[in-house]
Each structure stands twice: as structure tokens, then as C-alpha cells.
């Protein structure tokens, strides 16, 4: 499935799309889970993070 195709990582704060067997994209957004924070620090590139 092409990444425009797959639903949004559930954290709240990320705009990266979920991995096809999780709701979220990295295990960082599934130990962040509901909490919501100015800005995500996931690591993936469609984020934009610098870690």
C-alpha cells in the first residue's frame, strides 16, 4: 500500500502514515500513545524531525 493510501499515525501530534500493521508509524508514537505534543520527534522524514 503507497504511504498517501494508509491512515495516519494515530499519535496525535504526527502527520506521518501508520505502519500497515500498526496504527502508528514508529515505536517513539506508540510510546507516546494519546499524549499530545507541539511537535513529534518520530524520526521519520514526512515529519520534518531532525533526530
Known amino acids: 500500500m503507497a504511504d498517501d493510501e494508509r491512515p495516519k499515525c494515530a499519535q496525535a ?3 506521518c502514515p ?3 500493521d500498526s496504527k502508528y508509524c514508529s ?3 506508540e510510546g507516546k500513545g ?3 505534543t507541539i511537535d ?3 524520526g521519520c522524514p514526512t ?3 531532525n533526530i
Open 34 to 36: 494519546s499524549t499530545v
Open 40 to 42: 513529534c520527534d518520530c
Open 18 to 20: 501508520a505502519d500497515e
Open 27 to 29: 515505536a517513539y508514537c
Open 47 to 49: 515529519c520534518g524531525s
Open 13 to 15: 501530534s504526527c502527520t
